[in-house]
């Protein structure tokens, strides 16, 4: 429910607030996708603890699934050099390692210690290497710039503030389980995932928005996270 309605908010958006054809599919993106597995976990750890942190490991699986599947086709909407090819994005490696964790998970299949070691050691880098391709993006835009751009606050202030409000109100009809409505609220409120840098310079997407959008709003999520916070309380 929570990506259905981030998917249908995703359509207005753009139109909302008036952007050009080319940044058209990276703002659906970034309004559909958030940081949950970077920050998201975190914020939920601290303040819900184990209980809201369960939730949030399972808010995460239709999140890698469809990053990889919604989130590319969104990035490359009106690019014929990057068509989208829904084979080609079945066998992708993320696609592949999700289906097989759900599998291992369900059939309770444990690896061996010195795999899980490798694997572990292997996606520990994942997070630096995203934070040093956003660094390498950051060279190419004027953070001056990006840092006067109204536009962006807007977009900013809409998807870390309003968002999260509106998915607290409109599944709170739906979902009984206050603990669980707390942690799709606050994981709406997380600043744009610095995957929207690394798909949209794999998948020739928009960088320049992307990393603009990912910057501030990671800088704006350290007033408005306690904000969405303080609410839900």
Same mark, same amino acid.
């Given at each position: 429910m929570v990506y259905l309605f981030t998917f249908l908010m995703s359509l207005l958006t753009p139109k909302i607030f008036r952007v050009s054809a080319d940044e058209v599919g990276i703002m659906q993106f970034l309004t559909v996708f958030s940081n949950i597995g970077f920050m998201g976990f975190a914020v939920i750890d601290s303040i819900f603890g184990g209980g809201g942190l369960f939730y949030a490991s399972i808010y995460n699986i239709p999140n890698g699934l469809l990053i990889f599947s919604l989130? #590319?086709? %969104? %990035?490359t909407k009106g690019r014929t050099e990057n068509k989208f090819n829904f084979r080609k994005l079945l066998f992708m490696p993320a696609n592949i390692a999700a289906i097989l964790s759900l599998i291992f998970f369900l059939f309770d299949i444990t690896l061996p210690s010195t795999i899980l070691a490798t694997a572990s050691n292997i996606g520990n880098i994942t997070t630096p290497l995203a934070m040093i391709l956003i660094g390498m993006a950051m060279v190419n835009i004027n953070i001056k710039k990006a840092l006067t751009d109204v536009r962006m606050y807007l977009f900013g202030f809409f998807r870390l503030l309003i968002f999260p409000v509106l998915v607290y109100f409109v599944l709170a009809n #739906?979902? @009984?389980?206050?603990?669980?409505?707390g942690v799709f609220a606050l994981m709406a409120s997380m600043p744009g995932p610095s995957m929207a840098v690394t798909l949209s310079t794999q998948y020739g997407g928009n960088v320049e928005f992307a990393t603009k959008y990912?910057?501030?709003? @990671?800088?704006l999520s350290v007033v408005t996270i306690p904000i969405i916070s303080l609410l839900l309380n």
């Open positions: 989130g #590319i086709y %969104l %990035l #739906i979902v @009984t389980n206050d603990l669980m409505l990912v910057f501030l709003s @990671t800088v």
